[in-house]
Structure formats: structure tokens, C-alpha cells
């Protein structure tokens, strides 16, 4: 399978959300749901299923249908955040600041915006 990059420049193909949903693996998926759920709002294995970030008629991650970045980049038009000409804009600072997932989204869409 091709290389999925999200909105906000994980990977998605590499996300284990949708790898366990490409594989069937709902039992992977309750163990995800749990690790997930730590500290933060609970997840049910359905809502772990997923098709990717950029799918636009399939299963889509419960916290991802909710996420501001991935429906502003998809009413823009732009492959990923870094595409945009607003790149750095308040919801990238507001995720950016999430500890070191925020850090790792900015390293990806940082990389990602340097090879434009």
C-alpha cells in the first residue's frame, strides 16, 4: 500500500488504528482503544476503525472526525497543512502545543513544508 499522509502530517498508513482496521484485527483494536483511552476520553474499539485521514466515504478514527485541522485542510483544498499559505496558523499552534504528539505533527509538517 501506498504511503497515506494525514492533513496534519502523520502517517497514517503507519497510524496501528489503521493498520488494525486494513487487517481486520478488532482485537488489536480493543487493545488500542484501552492505551488510547488512557487519561484522555475513552475509546470503544469501533471507534478505532479507520480508513485514513484522506478518506472521504469509508470508517474515519472517532477523534479524527472531530479534528479542526482535518476539515479546515479538506475545505482548502491542500494535500496536508503545510500546503497551505496560512501554515502556522492558531488550531497548528493550539496543536502544536499538545505535548509530543503536537511536536511530532510540527517535526512532520516542518519536513514536509521544507521540501516544497
Same mark, same amino acid.
Given at each position: 500500500?501506498?504511503?497515506?499522509?494525514?492533513?496534519?502530517?502523520?502517517?497514517?498508513?503507519?497510524?496501528?488504528?489503521?493498520?488494525?482496521?486494513?487487517?481486520?484485527?478488532?482485537?488489536?483494536?480493543?487493545?488500542?482503544?484501552?492505551?488510547?483511552?488512557?487519561?484522555? +476520553?475513552?475509546?470503544? +474499539?469501533?471507534?478505532?476503525?479507520?480508513?485514513?485521514?484522506?478518506?472521504?466515504?469509508?470508517?474515519?478514527?472517532?477523534?479524527?472526525?472531530?479534528?479542526?485541522?482535518?476539515?479546515?485542510?479538506?475545505?482548502?483544498?491542500?494535500?496536508?497543512?503545510?500546503?497551505?499559505?496560512?501554515?502556522?496558523?492558531?488550531?497548528?499552534?493550539?496543536?502544536?502545543?499538545?505535548?509530543?504528539?503536537?511536536?511530532?505533527?510540527?517535526?512532520?509538517?516542518?519536513?514536509?513544508?521544507?521540501?516544497?
Amino acid at each position: 500500500m501506498d504511503k497515506m499522509v494525514a492533513y496534519c502530517g502523520l502517517v497514517c498508513t503507519e497510524c496501528p488504528a489503521f493498520m488494525g482496521t486494513q487487517n481486520n484485527d478488532m482485537e488489536a483494536l480493543a487493545v488500542l482503544a484501552v492505551e488510547w483511552s488512557a487519561g484522555g +476520553p475513552a475509546f470503544a +474499539p469501533e471507534d478505532m476503525l479507520c480508513d485514513g485521514c484522506l478518506a472521504t466515504d469509508g470508517r474515519l478514527f472517532k477523534w479524527c472526525q472531530e479534528c479542526e485541522l482535518r476539515s479546515c485542510a479538506s475545505e482548502r483544498g491542500v494535500a496536508t497543512c503545510a500546503h497551505c499559505p496560512d501554515y502556522g496558523c492558531g488550531k497548528l499552534q493550539k496543536v502544536f502545543a499538545m505535548g509530543e504528539m503536537g511536536q511530532i505533527i510540527k517535526q512532520q509538517l516542518d519536513a514536509i513544508r521544507a521540501e516544497l
